[in-house]
T-cell receptor, first 115, second 108 residues
Framework: DTAVSQTPKYLVTQMGNDKSIKCEQN?????MYWYKQDSKKFLKIMFS???????INETVPNRFSPKSPDKAHLNLHINSLELGDSAVYFC??????????????FGSGTQLSVL | SQQGEEDPQALSIQEGENATMNCSYK?????LQWYRQNSGRGLVHLIL?????REKHSGRLRVTLDTSKKSSSLLITASRAADTASYFC????????FGAGTRLTVKP
């Protein structure tokens, strides 16, 4: 049983296309996140949702739109893909937002390649 | 919120040796966490140290925290080839933030 699962694992697409990455957690956590890891391995937070409510929205182009249909799911939709969007995208979850000593559980990542 | 910055960027050692990685941060924290990332995988939580703790152990891992210097170190003793991975520190807050990690290679 995978705690945080995201699909697809690999995504290769052309510039200008629209794509989605799905994430689901079966841990009963209230908070979910999207992180972007660039080629230098720097891991940067993009969004945070707490119980379906957007909490954090970093300086991310509005081509990126997260959608949380319920607290177990946080999908990431990307419009008009650009070369610079190529990266590995990680979904993560934690039990509660803003609680001290919370640890994150990560999915295995989606490697997005924009050609 | 702030992020941790790991040092060195890369570390290569022989199996059996100890590996020490450092993390620095800029403002006050409630806790600091270390994560491991194997190639092609997500991050896995290793250990959490609270701001009122100075040292914590978990198996072959030893973490220290010096809040006066705003730094932490992760020591892996008697390293194994399976310890080869990237190691990240992250500080607490509503949005846990990470650096670029230390890439550890343990040669058999």
């Amino acid at each position: 049983d995978t705690a945080v699962s995201q699909t697809p694992k690999y995504l290769v697409t052309q510039m200008g296309n629209d794509k989605s990455i799905k994430c689901e957690q079966n841990l009963g956590h209230d908070t979910m996140y999207w992180y972007k890891q660039d080629s230098k391995k720097f891991l940067k937070i993009m969004f945070s949702y707490n119980n379906k409510e957007l909490i954090i929205n970093e300086t991310v182009p509005n081509r990126f739109s997260p959608k949380s249909p319920d607290k177990a799911h946080l999908n990431l939709h990307i419009n008009s893909l650009e070369l610079g969007d190529s990266a590995v995208y990680f979904c993560a979850s934690s039990q509660r937002q803003g609680v001290r000593n919370e640890k994150l559980f990560f999915g295995s990542g989606t490697q997005l390649s924009v050609l | 919120s702030q992020q941790g910055e790991e040092d060195p960027q890369a570390l290569s050692i022989q199996e059996g040796e100890n590996a020490t990685m450092n993390c620095s941060y800029k403002t006050s924290i409630n806790n600091l966490q270390w994560y491991r990332q194997n190639s092609g995988r997500g991050l896995v939580h290793l250990i959490l140290i609270r701001s009122n703790e100075r040292e914590k152990h978990s198996g072959r891992l030893r973490v220290t925290l010096d809040t006066s210097k705003k730094s932490s170190s992760l020591l892996i003793t008697a390293s194994r080839a399976a310890d080869t991975a990237s190691y990240f520190c992250a500080t607490d807050g509503n949005d846990m933030r990470f650096g670029a990690g230390t890439r550890l290679t343990v040669k058999p």
